[in-house]
C-alpha cells in the first residue's frame, strides 16, 4: 500500500502542530435516526427509543428492548464516574449522539477526522444479522448506513470517514451494499472478529466470502474489524477483574488476526485489506516473528504455501492497525511496517485519551520524523479509507491548535452525578466481570 | 528476584559456549510408571498401558481410555510427518519416554538441563481432577509425582528441574504435596491457566487458594502455568488453519498473565512466582505499558490498588516468561526484565527448535553481553527453581560443546515413516482444526 509521493516534510514542533484522525471512534444514535431515510412501508417496524419504567432511555425492535444505548459512552465524566452504562441520553455528553457538540468535542481534543462505529446495532451490525425478518433486517440495515453517511458523516465536510455495516447472511446483498456505500463515498465496512458467532461460515468459505470480498477490492473498501465482534472478550471467570479484560481485551484480535493470516482469501485477493480496529500495535512485531516461524517450521505437514513471501509480508500488505499511545509500539514502528499504522481516540470510551490525546500523543511521537509521524496520525487513514479531508479544510486549518482555536466555548468541567448506578460492589472491592454482567442485565430491568 | 553476586562474566564467542537450561520439555510416560512407586493397595486401578485392537499403545484408566499417550512428540520425524498423533511407543523417538535416551537427546541438542512436563494426564493433571475417587487420584497423584521425581529426575543428577502436579481440588492436600515435593528438592508445581475449567474455584478465590500459595512461599516454591491448560485453544471455527491455532496459542496466556496480575494473590504473597511457560515474550513490553495504562486510566472506578506500584513492577518482581528464539523479544529484554527470562526447547513436540537450538539461539543471543546470556539461558531458570546443576556437573562440562562432545553416537537422520496416519486432507487443502480433532478422536476408534 505505497503513499502517494512523499511532499516536503512539513515542521512538526509542538502537539499543536499534529494533524489527528482517528479511525476508531463510536456514535451513539440519536431517536430520530430512522425517520428521514426509512421507507415509509417499513417505518412502523423501525428501532424505536423508548423510555422503560424506571425512566432509562431503550431502543425496541422486534419484541426486543435493547438497554445500552451508549454501552461506556462516558467522556467527559470523572474517573470514579466511569462505567458501562449509560442507559440514557441525559447521563452522557451531548458530543456522543449530537453531530454538532461532537464537532466542538473532536475540536477541543485537536482532531481533524473520526470513523464512528454503531452502538446499540452491535458494532459490526449483530442486531440486524439476529432479526429473524431479513427484509426488514435489510431495510433497516441499509437505512442506518443512510442516516450515517448522509446525515451524520455529511454535516460537516472533511470531519468524518463513513463507515458501513453490512446484510452479511447473504453475501450477494452484501456485496451491493459495499458498491452503493462506495459510490456515496464510503470505502469501510465493519465485519465480524469471527462470522461463526453470527451463524455465518467462517471466512475460510471462499464460496460464501467471494463476492464481498470481490466487491472491496474492486471498490478500494477496506474491512474494518472491531476487538470484541467475536465470541465475546477473554475473561476466565465472572471473577475476573474488570481490568484484566480491559487490558486483555485488544491483545485477543491476534486470534482474528492469525485465523485470516493462514486464509486463503488474504493470498487470493492481495488488494483486499482488514484494519484491526482498537487491536494496538505493540505486540504485532511479536506476532510477525512467531508467524513466520510457524510458517517456516510447520508448513511441510500444514500444506501452506505463501510462495516467494512470508506471512509477516502479507500482514503488512494487507493489514492495519491502530494505536492510543503504546510506546513500545512506536518504538518498534518500522518492524510493524509503517505505512500500517494509524491512530485512535476511542471517543467516547473510557478508555480514550480524549481531551488530552495531543498530549498524550506527544509523549510517544515527539522527535519521530515528521513524515513518519504524519503518516501516522493522518496520512495512513486517508489512504486506507480513500478519505481526503484537505478537499474540505485545509492543511493549515485542520491542525490541533486550529481547531482547538475554534473551541474555546467548550466546557471541559468533569460530569459528576448524572452516572447510573455504579458496579456494586462493597468497600476494599474491586469490579469484576460479574458486576458488569449484573449491570448491564440490570438495565433490561426498568 | 535478585540473582546472586555476579562472578566474573565468562567468554561466550559461539553457540558452543552456551550454557542451556530448558524449562519447557515434555516426557511421554514409560509404560512401567507406576510399578515402583505406587500402593500395592491402589495398584489394580492405576493407570495401565495397553494395546488396542488397531495395535495403539493407550493408557486405560478407571474405565476411560486416552490413546493421546504422546500429543505431538514428533522429535526427529522429517517436517513433513509431523502431526498431532503419534499413538503408539513404536512412532516416537526413544528419547520421548526412556531417560537414558533423553540424556542422549538432551547432549546431542548441547542441552544441560530440562523441565519435563506430563502428558497422559494433562499438562497440569486434569485427569486427576476428573478422577471420581478422589482418594484414588491422590494416590495415583504422589505416586505419578515420585515417579517423576525419583526416577526420571533422579537417574541423571543435574539435568532436570524436577515438576510436581497437586490434588488440585483439595487446597490442604495440594499444599501438603507442594511441602512433600519441597523435601524432595522438587520446586516447582504445574496449576492451569484457569482452574475454572477444571471446575476449581478461580484464581481470585483467596479462601480457596492461600493454603497452596503460603506453601509455595514457604518453600520457596515456582507455579508453571502452561499454555493450552484452560479453555482449550484459541480456534475461531473448526476451518481454522493449524497454523493459526499454533501462532495465537502462545499469546493467548496474555489473558491469564491480566487475570492474576489483577488477581489480589500476587500483591498479597509478593514472594510468590508465577511462570507462563511457553507463552514467548515479545509481546510482553505491550502487555506491560497496556497494564499500566489501563490502571492508571480505570482504577478511580474498578477499585483496584497497587499502592506506590504499578502492574508492571508487580509483573516484573512475580511473573517469569520463556522465549525459542523471539528476536523482538530478545531486543526488548530489559523492557520485559532481564532477570525474568528463561529459554525453553519444547522436546519432543513440533514446535521444537530440537537438535538445533544452540544454532537457532546464536542467531538472536550473540553479540549481548554474557551475563545476560547466562541470566537468560541457565542463570534465571536456576535461581526460579533452586537448581544447581553444577553440583554434579562443573560448568565446563556444562556447555552445549562438551555436552555434544558426549553425544557422537546420536543417529539424527531424519525418521520417516513410522507416523501414524496423517490429517486427511485433499491434494492443495490446508490441515484444520477438524482434521486435527477428528485425528484425535479416530485415535479413540481402534
Not at 499504522?341 to 473510557?350: F, G, K, V
Request: glycine share 8%; hydrophobic share 40%; net charge negative.
Amino acid at each position: 500500500m505505497p503513499n502517494p509521493p512523499a511532499r516536503p516534510p512539513r515542521w512538526i514542533g509542538s502537539p499543536d502542530d499534529l494533524i489527528l484522525v482517528s479511525v476508531d471512534d463510536h456514535v451513539v444514535e440519536p431517536p430520530d435516526l430512522f425517520e428521514q431515510t426509512l421507507a415509509a412501508a417499513w417505518k412502523a417496524r423501525a428501532p424505536k427509543l423508548i423510555q422503560n419504567k424506571r425512566g432509562d432511555d431503550v431502543w425496541s425492535f422486534e419484541g426486543r428492548v435493547l438497554p445500552n444505548i451508549g454501552l461506556n459512552a462516558v467522556a467527559g465524566r470523572a474517573p470514579e464516574e466511569y462505567g458501562t452504562e449509560p442507559t440514557s441520553y441525559r447521563q452522557m455528553r451531548k458530543g456522543c449522539y449530537d453531530v454538532h457538540a461532537r464537532i466542538d468535542d473532536m475540536n477541543v481534543n485537536g482532531q481533524l477526522g473520526s470513523m464512528c462505529f454503531s452502538s446499540f446495532p452491535g458494532l459490526c451490525g449483530r442486531l440486524w444479522c439476529q432479526t429473524e425478518d431479513k427484509a426488514l433486517a435489510h431495510a433497516v440495515c441499509l437505512a442506518y448506513n443512510d442516516w450515517h453517511v448522509d446525515a451524520w458523516c455529511a454535516a460537516y465536510p472533511g470531519r468524518f470517514i463513513p463507515l458501513g455495516m453490512l446484510p452479511l447472511w447473504d453475501p450477494k446483498l452484501a456485496a451491493d451494499e459495499v458498491r452503493r456505500l462506495a459510490r456515496k463515498g464510503c470505502h469501510a465496512v465493519s465485519l465480524s472478529e469471527n462470522p461463526t458467532s453470527l451463524a455465518l461460515p467462517s471466512y475460510h468459505d471462499d464460496s460464501f466470502w467471494d463476492p464481498v470480498w470481490r466487491a472491496c477490492v474492486d471498490e478500494g473498501t477496506a474491512v474494518c474489524i472491531h476487538i470484541g465482534t467475536g465470541k465475546g472478550i477473554p475473561t476466565p471467570s465472572m471473577d475476573t477483574p474488570i481490568d484484566a479484560a480491559i487490558l486483555a481485551t485488544p491483545l485477543a484480535i491476534a486470534n482474528c488476526a492469525a485465523d485470516l493470516l493462514f486464509a486463503r482469501c488474504l493470498r487470493r485477493w492481495p488488494s483486499l485489506t482488514f484494519v484491526l480496529s482498537e487491536g494496538g500495535i505493540g505486540w504485532i512485531p511479536y506476532f510477525l516473528d512467531r508467524a513466520d516461524y510457524v510458517y517456516e517450521h510447520h508448513h511441510a505437514w500444514t500444506g501452506q504455501d505463501f510462495g516467494d513471501q512470508r506471512p509477516s509480508d502479507v500482514f503488512r500488505r494487507q493489514m492495519v492497525s491502530c494505536f492510543f499511545e503504546d510506546p513500545v509500539g512506536i518504538e518498534l514502528r518500522h518492524k510493524i511496517g509503517i505505512e500500517t499504522i494509524t491512530w485512535e481516540c476511542d471517543y467516547p470510551h473510557s478508555d480514550s485519551t480524549w481531551p488530552h490525546a495531543p498530549e498524550r500523543l506527544w509523549r510517544v511521537l515527539e522527535g519521530l520524523p515528521p513524515d513518519e509521524v504524519d503518516a501516522m496520525t493522518h496520512r495512513n487513514a486517508m489512504r486506507v479509507f480513500q478519505y481526503d479531508p484537505f478537499a474540505a479544510i485545509p492543511p493549515e486549518q485542520a491542525t490541533v491548535g486550529a481547531l482547538r482555536a475554534r473551541a474555546k466555548h467548550v466546557d471541559l468541567t468533569p460530569i459528576r452525578g448524572v452516572g447510573g448506578k455504579p458496579p456494586g460492589v462493597g468497600e476494599g472491592e474491586v469490579v469484576r466481570m460479574l458486576q458488569v454482567a449484573k449491570q448491564l442485565a440490570g438495565a433490561l430491568d426498568g
